[in-house]
C-alpha cells in the first residue's frame, strides 16, 4: 500500500464511520438544518420552527405519496411524540414511558424499553408523552411520575433515573426535555392540581441537578406579591410544552401553565406571576431574564404552554429576532426574543374576553367575561384557540403556520369547576372537546390551518376542516405544510397557497406534529394518529 | 329426562378434564414458563437465586411457612399479610409452574464450591477475563454482547457460572449472533436485535445499529456466540469470584 492509497483508506473509513450513527454533539443539535436527513430536537432546531429543509416532496409530487411503514403502539393512550431520527434510527415513545428505537426506513424494531411509572403517578390529561431529547449516546426522556430518565441510544438500557419532583405530590412530566450545551433542562406538569411548577436542570452525563427555577415566586422574590395569601405555595403554574434555546442570548424559553385552581380565582387575588407567561431564563444559571405574561389572573384555563418558535424577520422595516406565539387565550404575539419587549399583538380568533393591548403590551380584560354561577360564554373555548400543538415557521415563504380552531364554551363556576355541557356537570371533558351543540353551524366551531405574515399577524390563506384539530404543524424546504386533524386525516397543503395537494385517511385522530427526514436518499414524513406512527414517501417510480 | 343426560355429560365432562389437567405432569416449558414469571414478579425481592431474603431460600426448598406445593401457591396467590410478600394476581396454572421451577432449581444449583471475592471478581472482569471487550457493566465496555449492569437481577448464578464454563449451553434470545453478506459482497456480523420474512435488525462490532432488507443479501444466518469458555482461563476460586461480581451486578444508582 503506497503512502497515498494508505492516507486515502483511512479517509474512507473516517468518511464511512461518520455516516453511520455519529456522537450527536450538541453543535449538530443547534444546527440540524445543516443536516437535513435528522431530526435531533422536538421541533427540528432549537428555535422550533419545525421546518424541514429537504426538498424531495415538493408542491408538484405530493400527491404521489405513499404509505411505507405503519409501527403500531401498545398502548391505548393519545400517540402524542413527536420521533427523532439520528443516522437512520427512529426513536419515540410508547405512551406512556416506553421508547422504541426503530429502522427509519422500515419501521422494524431494534429495541425497546419499557418504563413502568410509579403507581401514584398522575396526570390531568392522558398518561402520554410527546418526545425524546438526544445528546451524545444517550436519549433522555420525562415521565408522567415525574423522574428525568437517560438511556443508552444503542441499546435502550436505562443509564441513570432522576426524581425531578415526587409524584405523591402530583408532579408529572409530559414535555420531550430541552437539551442545551451539556445540561438536559426539563418542566413539571400537574398545575391543575396544587402544584408549585418548576423548571429544573440536570447535568447530562450524571443526572446531576444544577439549577431550580419555580414558575411560582417565592416570598421575598419580585412576583410573590402578585398571589394572595399562600395561594404561591399551590398555584399550580406547570409547564409541559417543549421549551426553545437561542444561541445568542443564551436563553432557554419556557411556556407556563395556568394558575391554579384553574376556573376560580377567589382564592389567589393578582396576576399570578409566572403563570400563562413565557419565561427566559439564563441556560448556565437559570435565572429569569424577562418574562410576559399573555394572560394576567386567568380564570379560564388559558395555559401559555405552546412551543416557542424563533425566527429572524422584518418587522415594520427593520431586522428583529423574534418569538411569535400563537397562544391558547386566542391572541397571537410577536415579542422581542432579546429582550421581551411585545412588539405585537391581536385576536386570531373570536375573543369576547379581551379587548387588546395598552401601551406596554399588556392586555386588556372585558368586563364580566369571568366565569359565573349561570355561566358565562366565552370566546375561545375553555381549551383555547390552540392548545399544545407544535406551530412551524418556514423561512422560505416567510410564512408563520398554525393549526388552531374556533369555538366557544360555556364556563360556570360551581367550585372551582366549570359547567360543561355534557352528561357530567361537575367536569369538563379535558383532552376531549365536543362540537355536537354547534353542528347545525358550520361556522360555529371548526378547526384550520392557517398561515400567517408574521410581521402583522394577517392571515395569508387557510385550509378550514368540519372537525377541530390537535395537530401539529410542518413545513419544508419542497413548499409544502403538512398537518391534520381530529377527523383523523394527514394533509399535504401548498405553503404559499394552502392548497389541498394530498390527503390520506389514518383512521384515528391526529395528537402530534409532524417530522421529516431521509435514509439513503429518500424522504419521509411521519406522523402519529390513533395508536400508530405512519412514514409515508414517494412512490418508488414517482418524481 | 334429554336435559338430565345433556347435564350429567357435561358434567363429566368437566370433571374428567379437570381430573386430566390435575394430573398432569409439568413439562419442560412449563419450568421455562415459571422461571420467567418468577424472573419478572418474584426475583425482585427474593433475588435471582430465592436467597436474598432472610431465612428464605426458594431453591432450597428452606420455607417460612410452606410445608407443601399447596402453601407455596396459596402463599403465592394471597401474599402473606403483614409482610411485604403481596397478593398476585396469578391463575392456579402459574403459580404451580413458579412453584415447578423453584422445585427444578435445586438441581441446577452453582457448583462451585469457593466462596467468591465481588472484588476481585471485578479485576478479573474487567483484566484478565477481558470481558469488557464485548460486555458492558454500568456504563463501560462494549455494547456488542448484552449489557451485564443488571444481571444479578437477572440471571441465577448457576445460570451465569454454566455461562462462564460452557457458553452454548444455553444462549438467551438476547444473545444470539448472525452474519449477513450483502449482494455487493460485504460481511456484517453482530448480536441479533430483531428478524423477520423480509429484514434484519442487529448491533454490528462497531456497535452501530444495523438493518438489511432480505432482498439486498446473498448471504444470512446465524453464527456461533464470540463468548469463549473460561474453564481453562480461571481457576475455581476466579470463577467464583468473578460469578460473585456478577451477581452483584443490580443497576445502577440513583443519581
Known sequence: MTRRTGLFAIVAAIVAVASLQAQVTFERILHADREPQNWLSYSGTPLNQRYSPLTQINTANAKNLELQWIWQARSLEKFEATALVVDGVLYTVQAPNDVVALDAETGRPFWTTTYAPAPEARTCCGRVNRGLAILGDTLYMGTIDAHLVALDAKTGEILWNKEVASAKDRYSITMSPLVVKDKVIIGTAGGDGPIRGQIAAFDAKTGKELWRFYTIPGPGEPGNDTWSGNSWMTGGVGVWNAGAYDAETNLAFFGTGNPAPDWDGRSRLGDNLYSDSVVALDVDTGKLKWHYQFTPHDELDYDSTQVPVLADIQFRGKPRKVMLWANRNGLMYVLDRVSGEFLHGRAYVKVNWADGFDSKGRVQRVPGMVPSKAGTVIRPHVHGATNWAPPSFSPRTGLYYVAHFENSSTVAVEGEFPRANGINPRQTTMGQINLQNFLNNEDEAYGVVRAYDPSTLEPKWEYKMADITWAGVLSSAGDVVFSGGKEGYFLALDARTGALLWKAALGGQVNAGPMSYSVNGKQYVTIAAGNSLFAFALRGDAK | ?255
Open chain 2, 1 to 255: 329426562m334429554g336435559g338430565f343426560v345433556l347435564f350429567a355429560l357435561f358434567a363429566f365432562c368437566i370433571s374428567h378434564f379437570d381430573l386430566r389437567a390435575s394430573a398432569q405432569h409439568e413439562t419442560a416449558s412449563d419450568i421455562e414458563d415459571g422461571g420467567r414469571v418468577f424472573r419478572q414478579s418474584c426475583a425482585n425481592c427474593h433475588g435471582p437465586d430465592g436467597n436474598e431474603i432472610p431465612g428464605i431460600d426458594l431453591g432450597r426448598g428452606i420455607f417460612k411457612t410452606a410445608k407443601s406445593d399447596e402453601d407455596l401457591v396459596r402463599i403465592i396467590q394471597k401474599g402473606v399479610p403483614g409482610t411485604p410478600m403481596p397478593a398476585t394476581n396469578m391463575s392456579d396454572e402459574q403459580a404451580k409452574r413458579v412453584v415447578a421451577y423453584l422445585r427444578s432449581t435445586a438441581a441446577t444449583r452453582a457448583s462451585a464450591t469457593a466462596v467468591g471475592d465481588v472484588a476481585r471478581g471485578k479485576a478479573l472482569f474487567e483484566g484478565k477475563g477481558g470481558c469488557l471487550k464485548c460486555h458492558r457493566a454500568n456504563g463501560v465496555g462494549s455494547r456488542i454482547g448484552p449489557d451485564l449492569t443488571r444481571i444479578g437481577q437477572q440471571r441465577r448464578s448457576a445460570d451465569l457460572e454454566r455461562s462462564l464454563i460452557d457458553p452454548a449451553a444455553e444462549v438467551l434470545p438476547t444473545g444470539r449472533f448472525y452474519r449477513v453478506v450483502t449482494k455487493d459482497g460485504a460481511t456484517v456480523t453482530g448480536r441479533l436485535l430483531n428478524i423477520d420474512t423480509y429484514t434484519v435488525q442487529m448491533i454490528d462490532m462497531q456497535e452501530q445499529l444495523r438493518s438489511f432488507s432480505k432482498t439486498n443479501l446473498k448471504e444470512s444466518g446465524f453464527i456461533p456466540s464470540p463468548m469463549p469458555s473460561f474453564k481453562s482461563t480461571f481457576n475455581t476460586q476466579e470463577l467464583a469470584d468473578v460469578v460473585s461480581y456478577l451477581v452483584s451486578l443490580k443497576g445502577r444508582p440513583t443519581p
